[in-house]
């Protein structure tokens, strides 16, 4: 009797992976994607047993769903308890030392409040004023980013001096009388201008431009306008405007320092420590995972990769880390390439196959469940209109290039099972909402059938 219970149960199990599997491949043929562009590895969360998979070894660049590897393995070297922490120190010769650690949550509102615990402390006539930045290397743009996208307000500029997203906000208004040019206003300083080729008129059809090879900090704003309209870009040096508002904050406070600020390590001894500005890891870990951060993700890849080396953070040894980190845990990596921390290049290159290796990884976790809450679910970040029927069921990150789209995590099956997946699709034939259509139909399949 039990051995015919036995056989029942593999039979039946087996009809349940039959059914998936027909479902997938029938969300497949019935797209407009061939399925030489789809890269699909489906496995057992737990026991990473394999349930499908579509040429699943083949390299694809996998947009921001590598962001899941970078952040994590980022994590694992600095620690749950690791914060941001920007500080203030006086020395006995009554000079200031500013210690940066590129938080990428710092604002120019931190750095006032820095400023004023000195002023507070009677510290209003520093001798020299010293910054500390050798946090991260002087690199402030990935491998393989396009430079067409440097006005791009999902791509800023990364560096030790992040503030304010290493980001500017302009507002445009239209004039009172058609015709007329609309009206640029900054919404904190930084020197640059605008050649303002707009127009009132009908509708709102604006467009910013830079050439950087002739006028970095001359931006052109041309096109219709209508209402008032927002634009966030990047600044075109982080360093520059982190400096600009450091003077401001200590004009702001009344410090008389009126000279260069100078690059110095923090000396170990002889200083006090006047002020902090601390961001926990898990509120940037959260913002990259769910809000697709990619400053922060470029930011938190290589000061992880610092402190493995216990030196300056670069991403060659950023991955000296994560190279280690599949050693340690026999991940085979010989297939993946990693020249960003973020997704952003399309020199980077992932196969499904390692993607859901990773995810199986770690639900050996201890802090599994706390670690899944940092993914978005839908209804949040960049899941925030797609699947709301799977609230609180799946746990992915979405990827995006032109040409590519990607999601991959967990879902939580009407079988109770939990399962990882990996579906890349790399199609320029195709559209992007066809080829979130077909993800989510895999995914619909996934939920329904494992």
Not at 408 to 422: E, H, M, P, Q, S
Request: include cysteine.
């Amino acid at each position: 009797m039990k051995k015919l219970l036995i056989t029942i149960a593999v039979i039946l199990t087996g009809l349940v992976s039959n059914a998936a599997i027909d479902d997938i491949n029938t969300a497949i043929s019935e797209s407009e994607i061939h399925k030489d562009a789809i890269s699909i590895s489906i496995k057992n969360a737990n026991s990473g047993d394999i349930l499908y998979e579509l040429n699943s070894n083949k390299p694809i660049p996998p947009a921001s769903t590598q962001k899941i590897i970078t952040t994590t393995v980022a994590y694992d070297t600095l620690g749950e308890n690791f914060e941001f922490t920007t500080s203030l120190y006086k020395t006995i010769n009554n000079e200031l030392q500013l210690k940066l650690s590129g938080d990428p949550q710092l604002t120019k509102g931190d750095l006032a409040n820095l400023i004023k615990a000195a002023k507070n402390k009677n510290i209003v006539t520093p001798k020299a004023f010293y910054i500390d930045d050798f946090v991260m290397d002087s690199n402030e743009w990935g491998e393989g980013w396009q430079w067409d996208d440097d006005l791009n307000p999902l791509m800023p500029k990364f560096s030790s001096y992040n503030l304010d997203k290493n980001l500017l906000t302009i507002i445009i208004d239209p004039a009172s009388q058609k015709g007329a040019p609309g009206i640029i206003k900054q919404t904190t300083f930084y020197p640059v201008t605008f050649m303002n080729l707009t127009t009132t008129g009908k509708e709102n059809s604006l467009s910013i431009s830079r050439n950087n090879h002739i006028s970095p900090d001359v931006i052109t704003v041309e096109g219709e306008i209508d209402s008032r309209t927002t634009y966030n870009f990047p600044v075109n040096s982080p360093k520059r405007y982190f400096l600009i508002k450091l003077d401001e904050a200590i004009r702001d406070a009344k410090i008389e320092f009126y000279d260069n600020f100078v690059q110095r390590k923090t000396p170990a001894n002889n200083i006090y420590l006047v002020s902090e500005i601390k961001h926990p890891i898990k509120n940037v870990l959260s913002d990259i995972l769910k809000n697709s951060n990619n400053m922060a993700a470029e930011t938190l890849f290589k000061v992880a990769g610092g402190k493995f080396v216990n030196n300056t953070g670069a991403m060659k040894n950023s991955l000296k880390m994560f190279d280690e980190y599949c050693k340690k845990n026999n991940l085979r990596n010989e297939n993946i390439k990693i020249v960003d921390g973020s997704g952003v290049s399309k020199n980077n290159l992932m196969t499904a196959d390692f993607m859901t290796d990773f995810l199986v990884l770690q639900t050996k976790r201890n802090d599994f469940e706390d670690y899944i809450s940092l993914y978005p679910t839908a209804g949040e970040g960049t899941l925030e209109n797609r699947m709301l029927y799977f609230k609180d069921i799946i746990f992915a990150k979405t990827g995006t290039l032109t040409d590519i789209s990607s999601i991959c995590g967990y879902i939580k099956t009407r079988n109770g099972n939990l399962v990882a997946f990996d579906i890349m699709i790399s199609d320029p034939k195709s559209s992007s909402s066809a080829k979130k259509t077909t993800e989510e139909q895999i995914i619909r399949a996934i939920y329904n059938k494992y």
